[in-house]
């Protein structure tokens, strides 16, 4: 019986809770409508290329303004990669590196040149340095490449969550002028 009551409280607040899915209506919801008037601006260098193509790729699968139409936000990103030797050998050749991708980005309203978002984002990872110089090439292209994913999707989230926040204030501001309370 006590141990009933304790529970009480805790299901009556799981039965209010209020989470929704950050996507929801798919590619007709109103977070993924707002990420596809996003315009990714050039980034310079090979990790870039990389992260604007893999940045146009998630937005484009929400139907992006990509393609020439007319984008309601620019983005603009700003890479640092760097690699750095960790470990070392008797011989004192670097027997591990660490890649490091970090991403300051920008959105901005492309009528009004606004800042509406400034964050950033980043991910790193290990490299084994092998008696291979070519091998050892490869795995750092490898990372990068994931890198580049981990840090575009870091992105698109916070570019979805920045949509999904002003959806909400959007719709509150819009209920309150409607004479209806806020949610």
């Given at each position: 019986m006590r141990g009933a009551l304790l529970l009480m409280p805790l299901l009556l607040a799981?039965?209010?809770?209020?989470?929704?899915?950050?996507?929801a209506g798919g590619a007709a919801g109103p977070v993924a409508a707002s990420l596809s008037g996003i315009e990714v601006a050039p980034?310079?260098?090979?990790?870039?290329w990389l992260v604007a193509n893999a940045l146009r790729d998630r937005l484009g699968a929400m139907g992006g303004a990509q393609g020439g139409g007319a984008a309601r936000y620019?983005?603009?990103?700003?890479?640092?990669?760097q690699i750095i030797g960790l470990g070392a050998r008797a011989?004192?050749?670097?027997?591990?590196e660490r890649r490091t991708l970090r991403a300051r980005f920008q959105l901005i309203e492309a009528g009004k040149g606004t800042v509406v978002l400034d964050a950033t984002a980043g991910s790193d990872?290990?490299?084994?340095?092998v008696g291979s110089e070519y091998a050892t090439i490869a795995a750092e292209s490898?990372?990068?490449e994931r890198l580049s994913d981990t840090v575009?999707?870091?992105?698109v989230g916070r570019l979805a969550l920045y949509a999904r926040r002003t959806q909400a204030t959007a719709g509150a501001?819009?209920?309150?002028?409607?004479?209806?309370?806020?949610?």
């Open positions: 799981a039965g209010g809770c209020t989470l929704q899915p950050l996507y980034i310079q260098g090979k990790a870039g620019r983005l603009n990103v700003v890479l640092d990669d011989d004192d050749a670097v027997s591990r990872a290990g490299i084994d340095v490898t990372a990068l575009a999707e870091q992105i501001t819009a209920g309150t002028a409607a004479g209806t309370p806020a949610p």
